[in-house]
């Protein structure tokens, strides 16, 4: 336990010695949202300074030396620079437990698409998968700070418009990403609703005609945005649905006598 609690205190300086001197307390939840995408709640970390940027500076440099010639020797073959604390815990019958804390101060976790697609450097976030995320260095100071917008739950468009002409339902919105799939539905007033469309790498904005010349009756229209890459249980992540947009379909019948 006295062990646990040795590392726990390590892995907490080491911390807010990889920020420059600035600590952040530990945390488990990002955000939370509801089952349509909303969100409730983002955690803010609270920022303290425990040391000045040149002591954590000085201090790093210290414990690169134990990764590089000292006790922890052993890191100098890794292909990365580290930064490393080791230490014991023992009684008259010798050792009972070695440990070894590290961390490198240099190495950024950025956001692989947004490399790729954008050919910008940012950071990866909460939601980028494992597998998209790749480590670079950078000159102290010239690190990204901005955080990937590509793994979020997506957003959906705020302008779309439905006008009714000669049988017709014209729709139109911008939507907020290319990178999203955007899925148009028309539900009746029972509720029921089917999905006329999907929209990827739509241009801007999209255009799409609904012929509800056989129709009778009220009709919604809405968009659920879709990402094709964030997967939650195999699953495409789907976002709040947008604002639906209502029109009354009547026909006269003539009979005759």
């Not at 050792?95 to 692989?112: H, K, M, Q, T, Y």
């Not at 009756?217 to 709040?240: Q, T």
């Amino acid at each position: 336990m006295f062990a646990k609690t040795v590392c726990s205190s390590i892995l907490f300086m080491f911390a807010a010695l990889a920020a420059g001197g600035v600590y952040r307390a530990p945390y488990v939840i990002t955000r939370i949202t509801d089952r349509a995408g909303t969100e409730l709640f983002r955690h803010v970390p609270e920022e303290t300074r425990v040391m000045s940027e040149d002591n954590a500076f000085i201090l790093t440099s210290l414990l690169e030396s134990v990764a590089q010639q000292g006790t922890a020797s052993l890191l100098s073959s890794l292909p990365i620079p580290l930064a490393a604390k080791t230490g014991t815990v023992g009684d008259e019958t010798g050792n009972r437990d070695i440990w070894l804390a590290c961390f490198n101060p240099d190495s950024v976790a950025l956001d692989e698409a947004t490399l790729k697609n954008e050919h910008l450097a940012v950071l990866a976030g909460s939601l980028t998968p494992e597998e998209h995320v790749v480590f670079e260095y950078f000159a102290r100071g010239t690190e990204p700070k901005t955080v990937t917008e590509y793994w979020q739950i997506p957003d959906p468009p705020t302008d779309l418009m439905v006008t009714l002409t000669d049988g017709v339902a014209e729709i139109t919105f911008t939507p907020p990403s290319r990178y999203i799939c955007y899925r148009l539905y028309r539900e009746d007033d029972a509720g029921f609703a089917i999905l006329l469309t999907t929209f990827e790498n739509a241009s801007y904005p999209v255009r799409f005609s609904d012929p509800v010349a056989g129709l009778n009756g009220n009709y919604s229209y809405y968009v659920v945005p879709v990402h094709p890459a964030l997967l939650l249980n195999g699953e495409p992540v789907c976002g709040r649905t947008s604002g639906k947009r209502r029109i009354s379909v009547t026909h006269s019948f003539l009979f005759s006598p």
